[in-house]
C-alpha cells in the first residue's frame, strides 16, 4: 500500500465570514476525500464540521465543492487529484453557511413542500394500478436522486443570483413536476391542477436555458435537462400554443369576466 502526504485547503467559518485555511494530510491507497476529512478532524481540527451520513454515495448528506466543482465527498477518490496537488474543499456556495463545510440546504425543502403530491386515479386501488413499461422507467431514473443537491448548488440561476430562489424551484424540482406531468396515472389535472402551469407560472421553469450544469454534476447521472426540463418545456409550450388549450382558455376568461360583472 502507498501512502503520501497532501496538501488540502479547507474552507472553515461560520455565516460571519471566514477563510480557506491549509492543512497537509496523509493519504492511503483507494481513500476518498471524505476519509482525508475524518482524519483531518482526527488528527488536526477536532471541530471541524462536516456532514454526511452513508459513506456510499446514497444518503446525499455530504455535498460540497472540491476544487471549485459541486462534488459528493464520499464519492470523489483521491486518485482523480495529481499527488502535488493542492484539493480544495470549499461549501456549497448556493446555500448559508452554517459552519465550515455545513450549509442549510432548507431552501430545497421548502421547494419541495410546493410541489402537489402524485394524485392517485379516482377508482383505483393501489395493486390495481398497472402502467406500461417504459413509463415505469422514466420515472425509476428520475427517482435514483439522492437530493444530495448538487444541481440544485451548481444551476446559475440561483448560484449567484440569492433573488431568484423565490420564483426558481431548481432543477431537481422541475424534475419533480416534470415527472408528475408525465406519470400516466397522474390525476392531478382531473382535480382542477395544471402541472405545467403552475411549472411555467410557479417554479420558474422559464428561467432555465437548458445548459445541462446540473446533469453534469449529477452522481446518480440521471439525465435531469434532457429527459425531465426539456421534455416539461416542450409540454409546457404546447399548452400554451395548442390552438384547442388557447380556445379553452379564451373562453375560461370570459366566464370568468361574465360572472364578475
Ligand atoms: S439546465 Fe436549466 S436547471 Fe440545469 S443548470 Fe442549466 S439552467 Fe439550471
Ligand atoms: S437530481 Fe442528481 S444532483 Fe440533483 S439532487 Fe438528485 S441526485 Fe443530486
Ligand atoms: S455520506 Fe452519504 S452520500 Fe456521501
Redesign the pocket.
Known sequence: MSTYDARFRVWRGDAEGGGLEDFTVEVNDGEVV?DIVHRLQATQAPDLAVR????????????AEINGRPR????TRMSVFDRGETVTITPLRAFPVVRDLVTDVSFNYAKAREIPAFVPPAGLEPGAYRMRQVDVERSQEFRKC?E?FLCQDTCHVVRDHEENKEAFAGPRFLMRVAELDMHPLDAAAERGLDRRATAQDEHGLGYCNITKCCTEVC?ESIAITDNALIPLKERAVDRTYDPLVWLGNRIRRRGERDAES
Open positions: 471524505l454526511w451520513n452513508c459513506k456510499a454515495g446514497k444518503c446525499g448528506s455530504c455535498s459528493l465527498l464520499c464519492m439522492i444530495c452522481p
